[in-house]
């Protein structure tokens, strides 16, 4: 049998100095150095900043080319396609770049590889529908078939008038679609399989499914099935790709831990196994205790533990809140200049009143950041909790409770990763900001063809387009007519590359153009309620003014000074990750009780490492702490309430081991 060793030869200093001059690699250590040498199973633990990605990156070129098969590939595997992205843009259109990018190697999502290989094929063998994953227009079909029948809608009634219980939660348990077992995505169904209102729900799911439409978690349902009848298909996986990364292993659930252990065992000789990730960034797993519970495997593991994102002094300041101690601790290798460490600041405010947070802030980022960053820099203060409030219900002592209470501007969904604009002009706007903000015009012409491609699903509930990974490839291809083809291509350069202004006077033409296209593509000339309130024009947001402060972008507080403006990008720390910044503020929120109050101990050097396993929920601030305090490349600020600090001789012991730990303190 030829094993992953037989089709890569040993990676030597030519390979490392090729790739380290195509890809300009700075600051080779000794642990990176093992990562990009390695040819065996191995968990590399990165910490922030590290150049994980990059590195990764690196590793595939020096891999692929070398690589010795035809038929035979690399497997990258991750939550997001940043792999891809960073190929694409490192390697651009390099030979080596190329054969990464097509076959026989394969970058995808975890789901999107079960889709692929393992769901796909088990619905096609058992000639089963497959029409699109997609979460809404699954729900629209099951609601639709669970209220057809007058004598359902009655049971369901009275079912549903006792109980709260969104149906929308009800996903496929098994693949019998005749008599499916239906669950739920979070808690426990409210009702037994003998009930009339299950069995109405199931038959609704079971139909639905016949008819090609599953939600994005059910994929691992259909995926499951192809494993256990067809236990073949594991060693033709193994036989395909001798070679897998799992890219972001920390935020792998116990159960794609487990799909993916079952195909690729690391304990199996013939392949190479490399799981690449950050064991105290695991944020999005609800169970953190056994999420990637056999991540890191110290007995063949390399930890990266130096940064290039910050200096040693936030470094020091994040470092123990490190849910599971740095090898070494972290270590910060952005040289800090002639300015030396910023003045990195805990804004105490008074109790009750965090009004003056913002502005403090803003006034703090002008004095400390150099000059050369000013106007370019990204500054944000984030929050772990985000979620609205109703100011009726409002305990005081558990003010500030959410970020929103720093600034009643903010609005939680717009600033969520996976935030869906409920109108096509709404995303449009969202485009324009894209563009408005990002490098390239890619992401601002992917949501304009996912308006498109969501507006033709609406027009036809029984149209088989699937959205695909790139959705204006995607409809490009659709469009058989050239002149279709040629509408679609200048309604996205009126759209986003011109000067024209969507306003409520043009957006009839513009909304009658893009239904002209859906029913191109939907094969269907009449739309429904639906595709029409989603093409409804929808004024903007008026501006909302604080105190000199305009909102000029989606969640962006504007702070005025007299020696300049600054833009304060709001946001939760969830959506935070992975992202860099300039500068962080990291907001005192509630949940159950205060964020950064509950971790003082550690911000006052009085916990360590050695000390007693924290509780669940504790671990999951300490996570949450971690990767908010290691955004920042320059300045990292935290903000809390007054009473945090106790009173009298508590409040001085506090305030003393703050600054002994490298913190200003700046009283409102």
Known sequence: MITFRDLVPEITDEDIGWISGLMKLEGLDEQRMAFLRSRETL??????????????????????????????????????????????????????????????????????????????????????????????????????????????????RSFLGHRTFDTKLLRLASTDFSNPRIDV???????????????????????????????????????????????????GLRHRFPCVFIDEMQDTSAMQNDYLSAIF??????????????????IFESDIHTNGCDFPDRSRAVDISSSFRFDESIALLANPFAFRAVVDGLSGRRNAGEEGPLRHTIFVFPDGDCSGVLDAYGCLVLQELPADLHGKATVSAIGYTHRDFDPVDA???????????????????????????????????????NLVKGDTAHHSVEEIAKGLLHLVNLTNLTTKIKVGPRQHV???????????????????????????ITSTDNWSSYARRFSDLASVLAGAHEQPETAQGYLAWVPESVEVVQEGAVQHAVNTFRSTQENGVVDIKLGSI????????????????????????????????????????????????????????????????????????????AFETNCAQLREQGWEIQHL
């Open 43 to 156: 968990d590399v633990s990165a910490c922030p900043g590290s150049g994980k990605t990059t590195l990764l990156v690196a590793k595939l070129a020096i891999l692929a080319r070398n690589w010795k098969s035809r038929t035979r590939g690399i497997c990258v595997l991750s939550h997001t396609n940043v792999a891809r992205e960073e190929i694409e843009q490192r390697l651009g259109n390099t030979v080596v770049g190329r054969q990464l990018l097509s076959y026989p190697h394969y970058i995808d999502t975890i789901h999107g590889f079960v889709r692929r290989f393992l769901a796909t094929p088990w619905l096609l063998s058992a000639q089963h529908r497959f029409t699109a994953i997609d979460d809404e227009l699954t729900h629209r079909m099951r609601s639709k078939y669970m209220w057809e029948e007058r004598e359902d809608r009655r049971i369901l």
């Open 185 to 235: 995505a979070r808690g426990s169904l409210p009702c037994g399989p003998d009930a009339q209102s299950y069995q109405i729900m199931a038959r609704a799911v079971g139909k639905t499914a016949r008819q090609g439409y599953f939600c994005y978690d059910e994929i691992f349902v259909l995926g499951t099935a192809q494993l256990s009848e067809r236990p073949s298909v594991t060693e």
């Open 265 to 282: 065992p690391r304990d199996n000789p013939e392949i190479c196994v490399t799981r690449v990730g950050d064991p105290n960034q695991a």
């Open 395 to 433: 305990d005081p002592l558990h003010y500030p409770k959410t970020v929103g209470h720093y600034w009643e501007g903010y609005d939680r969904n717009a600033g969520s990763a996976t935030y869906r604009p409920p109108t096509l002009i709404e995303r449009i706007r969202q485009a324009k900001r």
């Open 474 to 500: 995607q409809v490009q291809q659709l469009f058989t007519n050239p002149e279709d083809l040629g509408c679609y291509q200048q309604l996205v350069v009126e759209l986003l590359f011109t000067s024209n």
């Open 574 to 649: 969830h959506s935070s990750k992975g992202q860099t910044h300039t500068a962080t503020l990291v907001l005192e929120t509630f949940n159950y009780e205060h964020f950064i109050t509950s971790l003082l101990p550690w911000a006052t050097g009085q916990n360590s490492h050695g000390g007693p396993r924290p509780g669940k929920r504790t671990t999951q601030r300490l996570l949450a702490m971690y990767v908010a305090m290691t955004r920042p490349t320059h300045l990292l600020c935290l903000a809390i309430s007054r009473r945090a600090l106790g009173e009298g001789e």
